[in-house]
C-alpha cells in the first residue's frame, strides 16, 4: 500500500503543520465569506429602513385624509342666525409648495419632469378617451356625468407627474345638533406649516368663535401628518353650465341661488418616505415619496340631489 498522500502531513511521526501559504488562502477564503455575508446583512437592514419608511408615510397621509373627510362632511351650508352664528365659509387656495416643487422624476414616463399642475386637467396632452375611469354608480348613473368622456382626476395621465403645491382650506362645521344657542361657532383650517419646532407638517387648527362679540376666539392646533412635501385640494363646482375642478373657491363668488359650497374636495397628500433627512437630499436626487388621494363629498350640498338621496346607502 502507498502511503505518500496519507503521511504526507507526518514527518518523523509527528503531524506537519500548514504552510504559510495555505494559512493565508483560508485567511482570505473566510474574509471573502464575511464580507459577503455583512453586505448582505446591511442590505436587509436597509431594506427593511425603507419598508418602515414607507409604511410610516402610508400611515401618515391615511390618517390626515381620514380626519379631514370627517370633517368636511359636516362642512355647514345655512343662513345666518341661531343655531347658526353668521353666514357659511369655505375658502380654499392653493400655492406653490416652497420645500420641493416635485419629486424629481419621470413618473408618466414621458421625457418631462414635473410638468403637471394639480388642477384635474390634462396639462400634457397625454390623456385618451381609454383612460377615462368614471365609476358607474348604477344602471346609467355615473359620478361627475359631465367629465365623462374628458380628462378628470382618477384618470389616467392626469395630474400623475405633479408640481408640488399647498392648499389652504377654511370651513365652518354644523353644531352639535344639542348644542345650546349660545354655543360657539366651529372653523376648521387645513394648511401646511410649523409645528413644535418641525417643518411640513399638515395641520389642523380649530377655531371656536363666541357668538358674544367681546370674548376672543379659541384656537387648537394638532398635527395631521409629518413630513408632507405637497397637499393639494380641488373643489368641485356644481353650478350649472360650470361643472368642474376648482382650484380656488370662495363663498362670496359664488352665484346668488346656487350652494355656496363645492359638492366635493379631491385631496392629495404627498409624504416624504426616505430614510435621510430631507435637509441632505442633493438638489437633483429623486424624492422619495407614497401620494393618498381620495374625493369627500360635502354631504350638506350633495344630499340635496334626488339622485344622491336614492343611492346613498349603497354608495361606499
Known sequence: MNCASACSRVRNGRPRGFTLLEMLTAVLILGLFFTGATLGFVQMLRAKDRTQARLEALGNARHALDRIGNDLHLARSGPAGPPFFGVSRFDLTNTTATLFSGNRTDDDQDTR????LVDGADNDGDWTTSDDL???LTSGVVERPTLRGKPDPGDLHVDEDNQYAWATVQFRKFPDATAPPTSATEEIRLYVGEYDGEANVLLREQILRSP???DPDIYTTSPLAFNVLSF???AWDPTPNNQKWMTGWSVGAVPAGYPDLPAALNLTVTVYAGTRPLATLPPTEPVE???????VDVESVVAGNPDYDSLRPTIP
Open 212 to 214: 358674544v362679540s367681546t
Open 113 to 116: 419632469v414635473d410638468e403637471e
Open 134 to 136: 368614471h365609476a358607474e
Open 289 to 295: 415619496t407614497v401620494s393618498l388621494n381620495t374625493t
Open 232 to 234: 393639494n385640494a380641488l
